[in-house]
């Protein structure tokens, strides 16, 4: 059986000129195919729907998507939800939801994931990632994960980065010493890949999986 989206839905999508099938375009853009962008707007349905069912993810529903909390802040999230929202005008809105979570396909290219991966530790989107970003970014991820640290082990990690990624010297990572890091160093991308989105039509039709199987693997980021 095919996948069709209703005009509700295709409204929903975004703004196309009228001929065009707004979820062919985004099977155009991302990894998915039709069938899978079906899914995925069940999945933002919900998400878009937590707090206020206005069709569109606010900060405080992505928060509550990925931790279970809204009014808990974390930088990480911050980044991503930044990320995704490309209009910068503070929700997200299902396109930039799809094309967002393209970027963690399996089959996403590695250069497009370690450039995504380099937006989000450049904090102050100066275009460099510099050594107090990264310093923010572990104590973030460690408080996250509950982890303490001492500043001399945090210290250690950052020099040893900068020692093998600053290719220049000058103390701050730009987008091409940050691809050459990340080839060398192809575990750093490892949380950029959430596996259940290589096939998420086959997982709902044979398993009648939830939605919440994909908030689980976004929530292990």
């Known amino acids: 059986m095919g996948c069709s989206f209703s005009k509700q839905r295709q409204r929903?999508?975004?703004?196309?000129k009228q001929e065009e099938d707004p979820a062919a375009v985004l099977a155009v853009q991302t990894c998915?195919?039709?069938c899978d962008i079906e899914v995925l707007y069940e999945l933002f349905k919900k998400l878009s729907s937590s707090i206020v069912d206005d069709g569109l993810i606010s900060k405080e529903e992505f928060q509550l998507g990925l931790?279970?909390?809204?009014k808990k802040r974390n930088l990480f999230a911050d980044r991503i939800f930044d990320l995704f929202d490309s209009g910068k005008d503070g929700v997200i809105e299902f396109g930039e939801f799809v094309r967002g979570l393209s970027v963690f396909h399996p089959a996403a290219p590695q250069p497009q994931k370690a450039a995504f991966a380099f937006?989000?530790?450049?904090?102050r989107q100066s275009g460099f990632i510099e050594r107090d970003e990264v310093r923010e970014m572990i104590v973030a991820l460690l408080s996250e994960s509950q982890l303490v640290f001492s500043d001399d082990i945090i210290q250690l990690i950052i020099d040893k980065a900068f020692q093998e990624a600053d290719l220049k010297g000058d103390g701050k990572i730009?987008?091409?010493?940050?691809q050459q890091f990340v080839a060398r160093n192809p575990s750093l991308l490892r949380n950029m890949t959430i596996p259940h989105l290589k096939d998420l039509n086959k997982e709902f039709r044979n398993f009648e999986l939830s939605p919440d199987f994909i908030e689980d693997d976004i929530r292990n980021l």
């Open 12 to 16: 929903l999508i975004g703004h196309h």
């Open 32 to 34: 998915f195919d039709i």
């Open 67 to 70: 931790f279970g909390n809204s």
């Open 119 to 123: 937006r989000l530790h450049d904090i």
């Open 174 to 178: 730009d987008p091409d010493e940050w």
